[in-house]
């Protein structure tokens, strides 16, 4: 009876989940301090927060992931303990994470029903079953991926799909989605908010983080923001603005959120003429100079991380010229690159820039041995000192230079590899995707250290997706469309959205 009058006072029945009081505490780290959170059904209540604020610690623990914790969760009205990832979804919540978690030898279909796969009258595997079942939920979403294909043939995008893909196949109450969208290309956002709406239609709660905060405009009901592993507020989103949240977050102004600064450009410091590669890049001539951003803009799978591998050495191309300085070069491999002065900061974080069990002052290290042994010689006083200056300078939040970097935040994890080709002496420095899945705050710090690198006369490539970033922080930009260049502005002035769309839809080509 106490119970019942207990849950008329605080809540409606209708709030499928109610967290209070939620702590959350890591060696060194509170990373939740008795926040609260409510979802009703029927909702899509985005959390927002800079990197580190908390978002992703309290939806493990909804989900079950992390199950130490203190305070009190409410489940449809029952208070409820949480002791697993299992039960939770058994009781109706599922999450889709925001590193994920497919296993790449496996097919589309074995990662969706992993340890649920269907079995037939003698007990084993049911494939038939299985693949008809997986095709029917990717068809669910509009997605044309093969149920049959191995996830280490699948882009980032795809993967995140089928990781959408697994979470419906749930048949949850609560679908959490932690940056569901930082890899999709437009055409899978737009299906994912299709697939949104109509599961909100349903009745269905979703949760959805995200560092794109247009998106939540778009498809947000409710809006709850936490700041350093604190609750702020929670507002209806028709009563809110892009600023007001941003202040909430931040808790200040924010100043510019492109801040240029002009130089005159220098020589030429890479060139490269008619470059191809397999399907996906089919000749490619651009050039980039000192003391200057060039922006390389295009949908997702036009081409410019392909481009750029090759460029690296990172892939074989089929043919075409390097020049670095006006000299014909041979790049066989990273090494080769490396050698010249380039430097690559990759767009799969995860599997290509960092070593997740080790700290992050080895991360940061790792790539700057020569550095550090050059100026100072090997000492870890000097060692610590140079990564403590990176962490600083990129608001990096960890307890300490030691903790592991699997421990930090998603994009706090992105801001160590930023750190770790910083200080590298490298004079071509190549931004793939730099700012994706990292908060506002933290953007304009790499904008500015962009700006830095380019006032020293380096040249500096910045592949993005996002076109306000690509006009507000290039010099010169370059628009690639299906493996191709479409067009090439010199000059960014007065330059549109629009006009750089036309070219990367494939609307309108002329280089
Ligand atoms: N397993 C862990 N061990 C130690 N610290 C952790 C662990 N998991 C999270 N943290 C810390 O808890 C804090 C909150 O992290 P969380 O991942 O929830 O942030 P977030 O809001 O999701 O950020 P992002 O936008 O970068 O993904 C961070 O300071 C993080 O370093
Ligand atoms: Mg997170």
Known sequence: MHEHSFRRRIMHDDYVVWMDGITVMFPGVVALDKVHFDVVSGEVHALLGENGAGKSTIMKVLAGV?????????????????????????????????????????????????????????????????FRNARALLDSIDSDISEKAPVSSLTIGQMQMIEIAKALSFKSEVIIMDEPTSALTEKEVDSLFKIIAKLKSEKFAVIYISHRLEEIFKIGDRVTVFRDGKYIATEKIKNT?????????????????????????GETALEVRNLKQGMRVKDVSFYVRNGEITGFYGLMGSGRTETMRAVFGADKFDSGEILIRGKPVQIRNCKDATNRGMALLTEDRKNQGLILPFSVKDNIVLANLNNIM???????????????RFSESMHIKTPSLKQKVKNLSGGNQQKVVIAKWLNRDADIIIFDEPTRGIDVGAKVEIYKVMNRMKEKGKAIIMVSSELPETLGVADRIYVMHEGKITKCFDETKGLTENDIMKYAAGLESGV
């Not at 305070?71 to 303990?81: A, D, H, L, S, V």
């Not at 200040?252 to 492109?258: G, I, M, N, P, T």
């Not at 050059?374 to 403590?388: I, N, P, Q, R, W």
Request: aromatic share 8%; proline share 3%; charged share 25%.
């Open 374 to 388: 050059h100026y100072f010689g090997l000492s870890a006083t000097k060692e610590d000192m140079v990564c403590g």
């Open 241 to 265: 603005s892009i600023d007001d949240l941003v202040k909430l977050m931040v808790g200040r102004d924010l100043s510019e959120q492109y801040p240029k600064v002009s130089c005159i450009p």
């Open 66 to 130: 992390n199950t130490v914790y203190d305070g009190k969760i409410f489940f449809t009205g029952q208070e409820i303990t949480v002791h697993s990832v299992h039960e939770q979804r058994k009781r109706g919540v599922s999450i889709i994470f925001q590193e994920m978690n497919l296993l790449k030898n496996l097919t589309v279909a074995e990662n969706i029903f992993l340890g649920r796969q269907p079995v037939d009258a003698a007990g084993s595997i049911d494939w038939k079953k299985m």
